[in-house]
């Protein structure tokens, strides 16, 4: 579900023609749509409302204060992973002390700024981090409260470059020594243990790797509680999958159906840290057809959108639904099936490398010069992921509310790539 529809061929976000925005602010460009932004952090907190959840934006989803104020206003806390989402978080307005913080690699400085705010909990992914959290605390005369991440061993089934919760990967800790680390925070009075966090790997379209890990966490709470720690949180991360190609994902209602009862039985608080599942399908890319050409027996459209805005094609494979924003046919209910009256095409930017392309092969209507294109389901992990590859500026951001748009994030100029370099 989400606010994007054609309506007599012709692309609309909320109420406004996406043409008009390309029109507007130039191209590519990145557009939000606040309802569906909205919609989908409401579907979650529907869902688990039994358990009264802290739900945490994951913050390096899409970290644009414009989309970080909407959730702030609609009750979402945050999942930061370092101390710039830390300051971002603070700049929108957010209550601090439900923001949570993970990330295998914290600094000293990043623990102290995070102990300063008042942090809800440290998802403390190593031994040495919680030296260094103690230390940090000790100094400031302050208790560090902190969730151990632990590594339930469990395959999520997702793209290898984002699994996290298989032995293996670089998160978290073993599972096996929790009672071992649970030891060394109880004898240290700088410490606070709140919890267990888990994150499984992103996207996830089956409940089962849910189900099998909040068990996990929730029989390692009662072991901790054993042991005479108020253990209150389990944190069961992110991962809910979207609908990229077309109806794969479940609603936040079949995740809830696993996990509320396990985390009710063992008598604690649920986080969890979303971020895909409610900005992903809340945001497309729009661009615009430079040249199309055909060598090679290949079909090319080259647009102004590339690997430096949209990496996921390039680096996951990933699946982006291509359609134009006023096409001679209606968009198909199925992409990868051949389409009537259209051709395979790759769709490709001006970068200067092989890997540069939004899909290939794929089944598009007769495209030419000036044509705006629109790649949907971009939200996530899109502009986040973004770069200045080739000196290509960073594409501008809009959020649109109803019939209203307005810029979220300016285009990036040519002086803009320069201004950071000193000693000339
Ligand atoms: N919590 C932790 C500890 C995480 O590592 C992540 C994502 C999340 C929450 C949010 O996961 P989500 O709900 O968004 O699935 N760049 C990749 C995805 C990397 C995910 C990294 N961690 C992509 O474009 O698919």
């Known amino acids: 579900m989400d606010f994007f529809h054609y309506k007599n061929r012709e692309l609309y976000c909320e109420d406004v023609p996406a043409a008009e925005l390309a029109a ?21 907190q529907t869902a688990f409302a039994e358990v009264d959840p802290v739900i945490c934006y994951s913050v390096k989803s899409n970290s644009n ?82 969730a151990l991440r632990l590594n ?66 929730a029989d390692v709470v009662a072991k901790f509680r054993k042991k005479g720690h108020d253990t209150r949180w389990i944190n069961l991360g992110g991962g809910f999958g979207i609908n990229y190609r077309k109806q794969e994902a479940l609603p936040a209602s079949a995740f809830a159906a696993v996990i509320v009862p396990v985390v009710k039985a063992a008598g604690c608080r649920l986080a969890l840290e979303p971020g895909r599942f409610i900005v992903g399908n809340s945001g497309v890319l729009l661009s615009q057809v430079i040249y199309t050409k055909r060598e090679g027996g290949k079909l090319f459209v080259i647009q102004d959108a590339a690997m430096n805005d949209l990496v996921r094609p390039a680096m996951y494979d990933a699946f982006h639904r291509i359609w134009p924003a006023k096409p001679s046919i209606d968009p198909p209910a199925d992409y990868e099936v051949e389409i009537p009256g259209c051709e395979p095409a790759d769709v490709v930017g001006p970068i200067c490398e092989s890997g540069d392309y939004l899909a290939k092969g794929r089944w598009l209507p007769p495209m030419s010069r000036g044509d705006v294109v629109c790649t ?19 594409a501008a951001e809009v959020l649109v509310d109803g019939n209203t748009h307005k810029l979220i994030r300016r285009r990036e100029t040519v002086e803009d790539l320069v201004a950071h370099e000193v000693g000339l």
């Open 376 to 394: 949907f389901s971009a939200g996530a992990y899109g502009m986040a992921m973004s770069s200045n590859y080739n000196s290509r500026p960073r």
């Open 152 to 217: 339930p061993d469990v395959d999520a089934k997702t793209h290898a470059k984002t699994t996290t919760g298989k032995k293996g990967n670089k998160f978290g800790m073993d599972i096996e020594r929790a009672e071992q680390l649970a030891d060394k925070v109880l004898s240290d009075s700088r410490l606070s243990l709140r919890g267990i966090h888990m994150h499984l790997g992103s996207p996830i379209l089956t409940t089962d790797p849910y189900a099998e890990a909040v068990v996990k966490a």
């Open 24 to 44: 507007r602010y130039g191209t590519p460009l990145w557009v939000y749509s606040k309802k569906t932004l909205l919609h989908h952090l409401g579907q979650i």
């Open 65 to 146: 204060l414009g989309i970080l104020k909407v959730m702030q206003q609609a009750g979402s806390s945050f999942d930061v992973v370092s101390g710039g989402e830390f300051y971002r978080v603070k700049a929108a307005g957010a209550d601090t002390s439900k923001v949570v913080f993970a990330g295998v690699g914290k600094t000293d400085e990043e623990i102290r700024f995070a102990l300063e705010n008042n942090v809800l909990m440290f998802n403390v992914e190593s031994e040495a981090e919680l030296d260094a959290i103690a230390a940090v605390a000790g100094s400031l005369q302050r208790v560090a409260p902190v």
